[in-house]
């Protein structure tokens, strides 16, 4: 079964650090686009961070030089390392996989999220 | 502008059709993809490029675009629709994902 299971959320002060982890099941992270998507409560959804096949990443503009996605190919797992945390951060954190042609894109399988909270 | 905009609230009879709209210039150059997400659930795909959906996924719902608005189309709405409906696509760059504000539906 194709599956994301997200864990690392918590309650964290501001300007404290986290690290979010995406476990994939039934695919391989290494071959897929993956993304992190966040939804403050009561909000909608926002985009948080993208990393290609290739290796290639890219950030919103809110979270870039705070923010790091990477991979470990080995554990077939997807991250999100959050530094300097702010109360905006708060919100729960989504992992999807990302399938794409050349005139659209979706994201076909998402986890249930992680609850991350900053607050002192 | 990479900004997609949605109506925020939309309301529907039972057993009737609702149409969902995205406006947005990207919208020119990428199909939509539009997601439903119920309260305390993660967001679910059910139309992506022209008008696919995923496994699983009713046949009431459909996709369409024309110029920069892309429409989700619900015919016989059921209870089990109400939910709050987002619609996606790309930045200029192609790299930036953009989602539009949501649209809440309510199935009377």
């Known amino acids: 079964e194709v599956q994301l299971v997200e864990t690392g959320g918590g309650l964290i002060q501001p300007g404290g650090s986290l690290r979010l982890s995406c476990a994939a099941s039934g695919f391989t992270v290494s071959s897929n686009y993956m993304n992190w998507v966040r939804q403050a409560p009561g909000k909608g959804l926002e985009w948080v961070s993208v990393?290609?096949?290739?290796?290639?990443?890219y950030y919103a503009d809110s979270v870039k030089g705070r923010f790091t996605i990477s991979r470990d190919d080995s554990k077939n797992t997807l991250y999100l390392h959050m530094n300097s945390l702010r109360a905006e951060d708060t919100a729960v954190y989504y992992c999807?996989?990302?399938?794409?042609?050349?005139?659209?894109?979706?994201?076909?399988?998402w986890g249930k999220g992680t609850t991350v909270t900053v607050s002192s | 502008s990479s900004e997609l905009t949605q109506d925020p609230a939309v309301s529907v009879a039972l057993g009737q059709t609702v149409r969902i709209t995205c406006q947005g210039d990207r919208l020119r150059s990428y199909y939509a993809s539009w997601y439903q997400q119920k309260p305390g659930q993660a967001p679910v795909l059910v139309i992506y490029g022209k008008n696919n959906r995923p496994s699983g996924i009713p046949d009431r719902f459909s996709g369409s675009s024309s110029g920069n608005t892309a429409s989700l189309t619900l015919t016989g709405a059921q209870a089990e629709d109400e939910a709050d409906y987002y619609c996606d696509s790309r930045d200029s760059s192609g790299n930036h994902v953009v989602f539009g504000g949501g649209t809440k539906l309510t199935v009377l």
């Open positions: 990393i290609y096949s290739g290796g290639s990443t």
């Open positions: 999807a996989r990302e399938g794409r042609s050349l005139t659209y894109y979706y994201m076909d399988v």
